[in-house]
């Protein structure tokens, strides 16, 4: 994992002991931003950085006015000729950059943008240079691209990361029927497949999943299968259903307080094989030790939330409060990070005839696997 199991153990400790002052301390020295340019082409805008050494950038857009947000982590600004803060003019459809430093030791890029885009590639370097594509949100509208193109790593300096696919149900547990009789364990072992296929198509991660087959899995052997893999991502795919067939939309559901709770005491009950250190086992600091854990997976698994809702938007309408908490039994486990997708009702006439539309799986598919390319080259605490 890219934290691994060991490393949450002495992180507790050394908070727990008061060793570690401060994050800084270990921190290497911050990647030097060198290079900054913007290219237009018709509705479409590219945003180059050069960074002297590799770095995981973190984008996202605000609105009211619409902006692009680019940080880069433990990072300064070295433009040549120019301030360590500052603003220039924009191209096409952005109208101007502003820079800055970051009271956190990053630095902040803001495109103020004329009108509303959409990330369509984000590129990065073995080298440093980093590359975003922007295109105009009237081309998504229309149809077009409905999945996000993938995101491309350049070199091999980034290690393989393994991905759980859980496609839910299976076998003599069909899951939710829809209207028209068509069953959630075959529409999500579809997706599944889909999102598998984009996923190894990208070279950059092992794929495993609980069922490739209709086969029934009991939850705790696809949380057991999860951790066995030493996963760094368990994605577990659904299709809801609802007496109110109005209720319609695609959600993420990340673990509740509550199901944290569960989850602990279904580790000390089960005896899961969580590492520790060489911490007694149920004592007060590895109860505290556990939580510390309990509590990164959960934060990570917010992220990964965080970076599955937009990119599912721009292929599914959304359920309201999106997203979600709950106690799911798949999100017990707690070091894997770890989300449920619903990818709509199939109570729904809309959602279901989407859902039964392998272009629209596709979609979903194509969506969720861009969100697993934008949560690995975050910036990790």
Not at 184 to 211: C, F, N, P, S, W
Not at 284 to 312: C, G, H, M, W, Y
Request: hydrophobic fraction near 45%; proline fraction near 6%; glycine fraction near 8%.
């Amino acid at each position: 994992m890219n934290v691994s199991r060991r490393s949450f153990a002495l992180f507790g400790a050394a908070a727990f002991g008061g060793a570690l002052a401060s994050g800084q301390a270990w921190a290497s020295a911050p990647a030097g931003v060198r290079r900054l340019s913007l290219e237009s082409a018709g509705s479409a805008v590219r945003l180059t950085l050069g960074l002297d050494r590799p770095a995981a950038p973190r984008a996202f857009f605000l609105n009211s006015p619409d902006r692009f947000v680019v940080d880069v982590a433990n990072a300064t600004w070295m433009l040549p000729q120019r301030g360590m803060a500052g603003e220039g003019p924009g191209a096409g459809l952005v109208r101007r950059y502003r820079y800055a430093p970051r009271p956190d030791g990053s630095c902040r890029l803001v495109l103020d943008l004329d009108a509303p885009l959409r990330l369509v590639r984000q590129e990065i370097a073995q080298t440093g240079a980093v590359s975003f594509e922007l295109a105009s949100t009237l081309q998504a509208a229309s149809g077009a691209n409905l999945a996000p193109a993938p995101l491309r790593l350049e070199g091999s300096a980034w290690a393989t990361k393994t991905i759980v696919l859980d496609p839910g149900h299976g076998g003599h547990d069909p899951g939710a029927i829809g209207l028209t009789g068509v069953r959630e364990k075959d529409v999500v072992l579809d997706a599944a497949l889909q999102l598998r296929q984009a996923l190894e198509q990208a070279g950059r991660y092992r794929v495993a999943m609980t069922r490739d087959g209709d086969t029934f899995i009991p939850l705790e052997d696809r949380v057991r299968f999860a951790r066995q893999q030493n996963a760094d991502l368990f994605i577990s795919i659904h299709a809801d259903s609802s007496p109110n067939h109005a209720a319609a939309g695609a959600t993420v559901y990340t673990l509740s307080d509550h199901g944290a709770t569960r989850a602990q005491n279904i580790a000390a009950a089960q005896n899961w094989d969580l590492d520790l250190g060489d911490t007694p086992r149920r004592s007060v600091i590895s109860d505290i030790l556990l939580d510390l854990t309990q509590r990164e997976t959960t934060n990570r698994s917010t992220q990964f939330a965080d970076k599955v809702i937009p990119n599912l938007a721009q292929v599914s309408p959304l359920l309201s409060q999106s997203p979600r908490n709950a106690g799911f039994f798949v999100l017990l486990a707690p070091d894997v990070p770890a989300v449920l997708v619903e990818t709509g009702f199939l109570s729904n006439v809309a959602d279901e005839h989407r859902l039964c539309d392998p272009r629209q799986r596709q979609a979903i598919a194509g969506a969720m696997a861009q969100a697993v390319d934008d949560y690995f080259v975050m910036p990790r605490a």
